[in-house]
RNA sequence: GCCUAGGUGGCGGAAUUGGUAUACGCUACAGACUUAAAAUCUGUCGCCCGUAAGGGAUUGAGGGUUCGACUCCCUCCCUAGGCACCA
């Protein structure tokens, strides 16, 4: 009692305010470069400052970084824990719009009110490394990377449909929807096709899938990265498709229709039962393209299902030849052509002087649906590269590749009849399943349709089928239990390249366009989609797996997706899935390819709050890169900033802006008005903080190597498939350009738990249930509700906050106070004499702490310390050292308190920069330990032996007992089990 | 459907990794102090039988391994999260 009286009363807000103005002023948390000690990087992921302000389950994860960092720092490491701000984006801009601000306004505002709630918690942050995405300084880096990205052509522009949320007026990147809907606003998204800029992180997609193996991250955030990049390994097929065309076969200089593969097509496609015409033209020696042309042309009647094929100088006929059509024809292949008077082996007069070789390719071009250009890689007269001068003039597919004899004058030349014939190219991972493929379905999408259109019968029926779906928003096509739809494609079959079997070719709706080739063989005995739709459209249905199974495909409910013996085979039956999958591609000369998930990053937003996109559009040169000299490109100030909707920025209002001169010709130009998505910032910010007022360069080499990679991360689950991933491919693709040397920014992983109201809802203005941090820590203080939020729970695992609870922790805290006044220079007393107990748990307690801590199970440090608070209010005096010693244990998570306990007691120096107590291994062995006495695995009795007593010893002590002698009785002891210190278990 | 993490008193949760299950905290109840209340302090507090001493069952359910299982193995149920017509 009269303890009690002598210590001053606790008031919690003249000491914590009081402590952090000393800290603030002697910087006692500034980070220093250099030195011998060992680094730790200790980080958060970075706030938005939105307009609401932090509630209390957003410091949670703030609180066990600076414990953790305080921790660190105390154990003798260079500690660097730095803090920022997320400003750019959606919740910034919507919030400006609603609250009719500026944007730059209203995030200055919000930041230095997050600040301020921040502060009061007594963070141990170097603010001198604050950052802020918003700030141009800041930005200038984020524009330099993109830069590096474009140069390298991982960024790029594209007109592809992409998702576009209609109430946010932007295109949004796949990883920003949710269940097809809008993640900030909840609108079914619509697909679009605008233009927009496009990082290529599929690329990365097989090493940031790999390396995630190494990452001491979260299980389950790791799985859901698997899960978004999303790999499957199959085979690609081509079934050819049985149509019927008539063949033109012009061949080239000094030859006939006798040379070559010219024979040997025609037969080929024969057989296919097509119509072949292969001419031979008027004056091969000394030919005159012109009247080869009108001689082919009052030979032939050229229609829509009409394929020219022109071998070398064949070519230069076939564009003569297009020139003079009136209707178009379907597809033109070109082998080994030209379209120039240049040679390889030597020049040719007559090319160069007797014919003409200016050509009217929009003509042409209007006359044939489709261009196939084959090169041959070996050439001896086609300079290497005509392809592709070729393709810059006509459009059109080019291949490279090498012909069996050089300038494709081989008898047979399979890769010219592999051009000719229409194919579907389909990927499955199930190839041991071929046999079964009764059908093929391809996506409304699937470019195929368009193309064979004039071959395909119901035609009318199939594009109002196409229109139809395509229509369609994501969530309709993909609801769940939606009643399978597709229609057949009439006119087209195509051949099971296994055996030969004509099978029919649907269209439907459950096949994506954007994944694998967007074209399936369906398998309807071991594919449950394939079966159902079968079912529904009664097709057949083969069973070619399962020869070892014990019921037979009639009796199964639906499809058998597993593997085994392969039947109904041919010379594959009986072999493996696993095994068959290999020998079935490589027969019918399949690949095996890798198909990810993973989309590319969609990154433009037609929207005002974001970093400019730093491009140049000139009508002459094409994009432009803005010189890295003009960084950054500013984002003007502007009056209006609404998003318009049209698919362009507001940014594209501002005149004064976006016309700028080209920065390669001079001439006019304008700027890119897109911005990127909030995420860029976010990309590389923890590498800012180690240099954060560069101006020269990204960041400083040594000082990167350094301090790279962040040694604990934490932050919330509902980053794992964004932030984590694009932060990922941004910092491989830094390492790739040597401007980083790690292949991982963050090596350790760790997610709190949501704190959730009183009423077990996720805490929001609408449920009323927001608990600011500023009450309470005005209330009760910034140590209780540090101690309690620690002590709420596991750290990653959820719980509701509880205001019952909170007043442990302030109790406790309001304990340990008390104490302060029992500290005298003696041992630790209990009523009687000094205690070896207490110096026992003292020892332990320091061992629980400092491994607890390094795990972040803050829960049970808080319930070690109480446990010796608890001993010690039993005491009568505590000894100073071991004092000492607990305030040092508690400090980082009461830094306040601790630090005003410890300067009471005239120490020197802030207690943040203490060692942390080291515990002695011989002073946790207490003289006597209680020994668990379990008859036939029961326990029965305790009893109070000597530390390290012998097994004889034991076994004694314990048959002297009158309880165990009870239960033992007069039966022998079959067998004794004795683990020293702990149990004696007696078998009878 | 596939994958991941979980399931322990009235509640939040502990358990040295196979060795006394329910530490620590909250709630509730009783007592002390007080004119009274709050605060504080002290004590009791998982379930069933029993006045008690004592005994029995018990870590989502069932089975197994073991002298001994919250912990390891198998089957199933439930909760949370990720992916999902991805061929």
Redesign the pocket.
Known sequence: MENKSKAPKYEHAKIESKWQKVWAKNKTYETKEGGKKPKAYVLDMFPYPSGDGLHVGHPKGYIATDIYSRFKRMNGFNVLHPMGWDAFGLPAENYAIKNKINPEIAVKKNIKYFKSQVEKIGFDYDWSREVNTTDPGFYKWTQWIFLQLYKKGLAFESSEPINWCPSCKTGLANEDLENGKCERCGSEVEKKPIRQWVLKITDYAERLLSDLEALNWP??IK??QR??I?K?E?SEISFPVKTKYKYVLLHGWKSDSKSCFIPWLKRELEAEGHEVVALDMPHPLIPDVVEQADYVLSKVKFDENTILLGHSLGSVVSYRILEKLKTPIHKLILVAGLIEPKFRDHDRLMAKYLMSWKFDFEKIKKNVGEIVIIEDNNDVIIPDGESAVIQRALGGLTYRLEAEKPHFCGMVEPIVLEHCLDKIKV????ADTLFGATYLVV?PEHPLIERLSPQITNIKEVQAYVAKTIKRTEIE??A?G?E?TGIEILGLTAINPTNGQEIPIWVA????PD??T?A?MAVPAH?E?DHQFAKKFKLPIIQVIGEDLPTRLENWGGAYAGYGKLVNSGKFTGMESVKAKEAITKMVRGKIVT?Y?LRDWVFSRQRYWGEPIPIIHCPKCGPVPVPEKDLPVILPKVKSYEPTGTGESPLAAISKWVNVKCPTCGEKAKRETNTMPQWAGSSWYYLRYIDPKNTKALIDKKKEKYWSPVDMYVGG?EH??RHLIYARFWHKFLFDIGAVSQTEPFTQLKNQGMILGSDNRKMSKRWGNVVNPDDIVRDYGADTLRVYEM????FE?G?SW?S??L??AR??VE?VWRLAGKVSTGRSHVLGGPDKRLETLLHKTIKQATTDINNF?Y??V??AL??LA?EW?KAETINKEDWLTFLKLLAPLAPHMTEELWSSLGQKGSIHLAAWPVWDESKLISDTV?L?I?I??K??E?IIIPTNLSEKEAVKMALDNDIVKKWVGVEPLK?I?Y?PN??L?L?I
């Open positions: 299980e389950s799985e859901s899960n978004w999303g499957s199959g990927f499955t991972t199930r996506a096509r993909t769940e939606k399978k709706d459950y096949v994506l994944y694998g967007g399936i594919d989609r198909k998930k689950t794992a498939t002590f709420m729970g596991p695992q719980a509880s019952d609870n007043m442990g109790r406790f304990k199970n829960n049970t808080v319930s109480m446990i608890n209010e209680s668990v379990q036939n695995g326990t029965r305790t067998k089990i683990i702990r149990l278990n078998v």
